[in-house]
């Protein structure tokens, strides 16, 4: 039984025009499609189900990574949206943390397929298109000091 999952492809609508951040979330990307062309094949094996728990590790601490950069380029601006922003990454973090707990000891199907697939994907790409985007149009807004 594999779960219905997508894939997720990077496109112009996502880019924020902050090279760093949009380097990120394409590698983040990259990652998660990895991620979830694991998912999609069989995982009820004990060794196929650890490599997908050590990816679905590596995502979390990839996104950890990058909101810790996200959050650093903020701060430096003295971003208003600062408080906020952060929020939404520690609730991400804490879903994923989650659902990795009980992918660990209930083990991947097709029901937590879809919550991964929902939070690292659609979550993710609201966050870049709503959340990121602002942060990006202040950052763009703000005169270079010189």
Same mark, same amino acid.
């Given at each position: ?60 601490? +990839?996104?950890? =990574? $990058?909101?810790?950069?996200?959050? *650093?380029? /903020? %701060?430096?601006? @003295? ?11 520690? +609730?991400?973090? =804490? $879903?994923?943390?989650?659902?990795? *707990?009980? /992918? %660990?000891?209930? @083990? ?24 990121? %985007? ?13």
């Amino acid at each position: 039984m594999t779960a219905e999952v997508r894939s997720v492809e990077w496109s112009v609508d996502l880019e924020t025009g902050v090279e760093t951040v949009d380097e990120q979330h394409r590698q983040y990307f990259n990652l998660l499609n990895h991620y979830l062309a694991k998912a999609t094949e069989n995982a009820s094996g004990s060794e196929q189900a650890f490599d997908l728990l050590k990816k679905f590790k590596f995502l979390y601490e +990839y996104a950890e =990574e $990058h909101f810790s950069s996200e959050e *650093a380029i /903020m %701060k430096e601006a @003295g971003y208003p949206g600062y408080e906020s922003h952060r929020q939404a990454h520690l +609730y991400f973090l =804490e $879903h994923l943390e989650e659902l990795y *707990a009980r /992918m %660990k000891t209930q @083990g991947f199907s097709m029901s937590l397929g879809r919550e991964v697939n929902y939070y690292i994907i659609e979550w993710f790409v609201e966050h870049i298109r709503r959340t990121d %985007k602002k942060l990006a149009g202040f950052l763009k807004a703000k005169p270079v000091e010189g």
